[in-house]
């Protein structure tokens, strides 16, 4: 783990200076109201590995407000785990196969950065873009770029990441 100060002012700006000085291969982030089940980081790279083309992976989230929901669910991480891989065969010249847009649509697989990982390469590719962003849609772009100029996609059913719910929450 590493931890960085960055002079950036917006979200985008600090998201793209995280990624800029990463040393591995796959980037994930933990927002400060997140949190990650125990076993994310084990899932994420064992399915970057197991797919040498996949470019961004995401998994179910969970939202709750205080800490005491945890304390009453005990077993909230403990989903069984599925995923949807699409590749290049659900993608047509630029455009996604109706199949494709619906499971992506139901899975919300653009939302929330904690529940993402991608591969530092490819998404340094747009990193100029994605500093310029401010501190909204930066989820989407992630998902979007991966999307249209990625390989492959896992959308991971496992809930593997808890999003705090309050007042200053941008979604």
């Known amino acids: 783990m590493q931890?960085?100060?960055?002079?950036?002012?917006?979200?985008?700006?600090?998201?793209?200076?995280?990624?800029?000085?990463a040393r591995n291969e796959v980037v994930t982030f933990l927002e400060d109201d997140d949190l990650y089940c125990k076993d994310r980081i084990e899932h994420i790279l064992r399915s970057f590995r197991d797919n040498k083309d996949l470019d961004y992976y995401h998994n179910r989230a969970v939202h709750f407000r205080a800490l005491t929901f945890l304390l009453k669910k005990p077993k909230i991480c403990s989903v069984k785990s599925a995923q949807v891989l699409l590749d290049?065969?659900?993608?047509?010249?630029?455009?996604i196969t109706k199949a494709a847009e619906?499971?992506?649509?139901?899975?919300?697989?653009?939302?929330?950065?904690?529940?993402?990982?991608?591969?530092?390469t490819f998404i340094s590719n747009y990193i100029e873009i994605l500093s310029d962003l401010g501190t909204r849609y930066i989820d989407s772009f992630v998902f979007s770029v991966a999307l249209y100029k990625g390989n492959s996609i896992i959308i991971d059913f496992r809930t593997d990441t808890l999003i705090r719910t309050h007042s200053l929450n941008a979604s």
């Open 88 to 95: 290049n065969k659900d993608k047509n010249d630029g455009d």
């Open 102 to 120: 619906y499971k992506l649509n139901k899975y919300q697989a653009d939302y929330n950065l904690s529940s993402m990982a991608f591969r530092r």
């Open 3 to 21: 931890i960085i100060i960055s002079d950036q002012l917006s979200l985008a700006g600090k998201i793209a200076s995280g990624i800029l000085l």
